[in-house]
């Protein structure tokens, strides 16, 4: 089968600008990595479309291997689940609504069992399993390093996450933020002094 290309050509005539401002396909976009149709947001910021460094964040993230993203999401669920099983249970997020981090343990190691046994691409997962729709391109011309923000959900009751691809690792966020607050991404990302510790800080601290 002939693989399909997952943008095309950045050809206006397939974006449009939304009313925040961002550049969004007008249809979802085949993402060879995750293989499947996902929607994609471009943050510009009133610079081209796309950057050049956006450009290269892009193309390397849906060149990625489809199997070797598994193995990104699995691990970074994996280090999601260590950080919440040393938290204790009445520990409440900075961010988001109230989960236990137990709660939260528990659904990301399901997801990961279900990525594992899974031959469907992440893309096609179940949706009560692992969801994600949702991919955005932040501005990133001062960064150091490129970086792509998907957005996604684990468990049943589902539980809104951000993994940040980032120097060809996963890293889990658990923020329930979407993709409406990407823009704060500029403060912590798109800065010349990126410190990936302090960018993603644990963002579930006991009192």
């Known amino acids: 089968m002939e693989e399909k290309n997952y943008i095309s050509n950045f050809d206006c005539s397939l974006w449009k600008i939304d009313d925040w401002g961002l550049y969004t396909a007008k ?26 460094k956006q450009l290269v964040a892009w193309v390397g993230f849906c060149n990625i291997n489809s199997n070797e993203m598994k193995e990104m999401i699995i691990d970074g669920l994996a280090k999601l689940a260590d950080k ?79 993994a940040v691809f980032c120097n060809e690792k996963m890293l889990m966020v658990g923020e329930n933020s979407g993709i409406w607050t990407r823009l704060d991404w500029i403060y912590e990302f798109n800065v010349p002094e990126f410190n990936i510790k302090t960018a993603l800080h644990p963002y579930w601290i006991p009192e």
């Open 27 to 52: 249809s979802p976009i085949y993402i060879n990595s995750l293989g499947s149709d996902f929607n994609a947001w471009f943050d510009v910021d009133g610079e081209s479309f796309p950057t050049d």
């Open 84 to 162: 919440m099983d040393v938290l204790p249970n009445d520990a409440e997020p900075e961010f988001g609504p109230i989960y236990k981090p137990m709660v939260i343990s528990k659904n990301a190691k399901r997801s990961i069992e279900a990525i594992r046994h899974s031959r469907k691409s992440l893309g096609k997962m179940a949706k009560s399993t692992l969801k994600c729709n949702s991919v955005v391109v932040p501005l990133q011309d001062k960064a150091p390093v490129r970086f792509i923000v998907m957005n996604f959900a684990i468990g049943r009751r589902p539980y809104e996450m951000e």
